[in-house]
């Protein structure tokens, strides 16, 4: 009866554990990805994309 204890306790940790390296490697990509675009953008493009992202969350700009 232990036996099946352990075993689902070891299989739902050995799944947290991969869902949680998941998250980490997606985040890590996202977070690359973003750098890399800022990074080869125009600053013009950068400005417009701000300007148009603080009017979409309704942010007085100007």
């Not at 075993?7 to 977070?31: C, K």
């Amino acid at each position: 009866m232990n036996d099946v204890k352990t075993a689902t306790l070891n299989a739902t940790a050995t799944q947290t554990t991969d869902m949680s390296l998941v998250s980490i490697l997606g985040a890590a990509a996202l977070g690359l990805s973003l750098l890399f675009a800022a990074g080869f953008a125009q600053a013009s493009v950068m400005h417009d994309t701000a300007h148009d992202q603080r009017h979409a969350m309704a942010f007085p700009c100007h």
